[in-house]
């Protein structure tokens, strides 16, 4: 069932669990985590990066794709499709496309201007009934191409994005996209305290979900996260189990080149990733919620 993030992350912030978004590169990726989702019994938020969006041919393949293989796998969870890390126009090409659910990223825009443009965009997915996501703070390292320096964001600043009235808010607390360095500090549970302080029961989205260690996960889902976002740690998992089939040299027994055996270890690889992460997340079970 393909719905708006913005029930599923009230019902998550009010259950003090999160909601997984993964993103998605190809057919096998969503297939994937949309079985899993179903198999788990909980609520999905497909990402989609605007680059991830180009490969797949444009934004209206990944939404009729998304819509069909729902339909045609009996899907019965909630399901949001999610653009992640949006710039102005790709909010739009997107709204135009049918996802539900939008993220505009005006973090690296001065403030006043990322106000304005949240602010329009509010309006547009209020009326269609989509979900709006924010940034502010940018989040460190590079995703597609979008770089940030991870700040943590202001709690001030993450007010007047919340009064806006956007349905989750994206707030850089030293988490990072990609893999952490050695000497990584931590979440700053100090700046979430201090946002949640200022923006009450608004859900908050924790970018750079891999390699963030279990125990701080659980602890900003307490504080208020009700969104962690993965899509690095599915990468390796896919990447790790395609190297060993073909060093296994499995790709060369029979018809073992059939690309549907050539890619079936790394799409099941995504799927124990994703159930750990429903299971960490504490959305196993909460699709009927
Ligand atoms: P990771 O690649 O670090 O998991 O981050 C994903 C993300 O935040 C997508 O917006």
């Given at each position: 069932?393909?719905?708006?993030?913005?029930?599923?992350?009230?019902?998550?912030?009010?259950?003090?669990?999160?909601?997984?978004?993964?993103?998605?590169?190809?057919?096998?990726?969503?297939?994937?985590?949309l079985?899993?989702?179903?198999?788990c019994?909980?609520?999905?938020?497909?990402?989609?990066?605007?680059?991830?969006?180009?490969?797949?041919?444009?934004?209206?393949?990944?939404?009729?794709?998304?819509k069909?293989?729902?339909?045609?796998?009996?899907i019965?969870?909630?399901?949001?499709?999610h653009?992640?890390?949006?710039?102005?126009?790709?909010?739009?090409?997107?709204?135009?496309?049918g996802?539900?659910?939008?993220?505009?990223?005006?973090?690296?825009?001065?403030?006043?201007?990322?106000?304005?443009?949240?602010?329009?965009?509010?309006a547009?997915?209020?009326?269609?009934?989509?979900?709006?996501?924010?940034?502010?703070?940018?989040?460190?390292?590079?995703?597609?191409?979008?770089?940030?320096?991870?700040?943590?964001?202001?709690?001030?600043?993450?007010?007047?994005?919340?009064?806006?009235?956007?349905?989750?808010?994206?707030?850089?607390?030293g988490?990072?996209?990609?893999?952490?360095?050695?000497?990584?500090?931590?979440?700053?549970?100090?700046?979430?305290?201090?946002?949640?302080?200022?923006v009450?029961?608004?859900p908050?989205?924790?970018?750079?979900?891999?390699?963030?260690?279990?125990?701080?996960?659980?602890?900003?889902?307490?504080?208020?996260?009700?969104?962690?976002?993965?899509n690095?740690?599915?990468?390796?998992?896919?990447?790790?189990?395609?190297?060993?089939?073909?060093?296994?040299?499995?790709?060369?027994?029979?018809?073992?080149?059939?690309?549907?055996?050539?890619?079936?270890?790394?799409?099941?690889?995504?799927?124990?990733?994703?159930?750990?992460?429903?299971?960490?997340?504490?959305?196993?079970?909460?699709?009927?919620?």
């Amino acid at each position: 069932m393909l719905v708006s993030a913005k029930e599923m992350l009230q019902k998550a912030r009010a259950g003090h669990y999160a909601v997984g978004q993964f993103n998605i590169n190809n057919l096998e990726w969503t297939k994937s985590i949309l079985l899993t989702a179903q198999e788990c019994q909980s609520p999905v938020i497909l990402g989609v990066s605007e680059g991830a969006g180009k490969y797949m041919t444009g934004f209206k393949t990944v939404a009729a794709m998304v819509k069909a293989m729902i339909e045609e796998l009996n899907i019965t969870v909630p399901v949001a499709l999610h653009l992640d890390h949006g710039t102005y126009e790709g909010c739009y090409k997107c709204i135009k496309a049918g996802f539900s659910s939008i993220m505009f990223d005006g973090s690296s825009l001065p403030i006043e201007e990322n106000l304005a443009k949240t602010k329009e965009l509010v309006a547009v997915c209020e009326h269609l009934g989509l979900s709006l996501e924010a940034e502010v703070g940018s989040i460190g390292g590079e995703e597609d191409g979008v770089i940030g320096a991870g700040e943590c964001a202001d709690p001030n600043e993450c007010k007047q994005v919340a009064d806006l009235g956007v349905s989750m808010l994206a707030a850089g607390i030293g988490n990072i996209h990609g893999k952490y360095p050695d000497n990584w500090a931590g979440l700053s549970f100090e700046t979430l305290a201090a946002i949640k302080e200022q923006v009450g029961d608004m859900p908050l989205v924790l970018h750079g979900g891999t390699g963030i260690p279990a125990d701080q996960v659980k602890k900003a889902v307490s504080m208020g996260v009700a969104k962690v976002n993965v899509n690095t740690e599915c990468q390796w998992a896919f990447q790790e189990a395609t190297r060993k089939y073909i060093e296994a040299g499995k790709d060369l027994q029979g018809k073992g080149f059939d690309p549907r055996k050539l890619l079936a270890p790394g799409a099941e690889a995504i799927k124990a990733t994703v159930k750990e992460k429903m299971e960490l997340f504490g959305s196993v079970g909460k699709a009927n919620d």
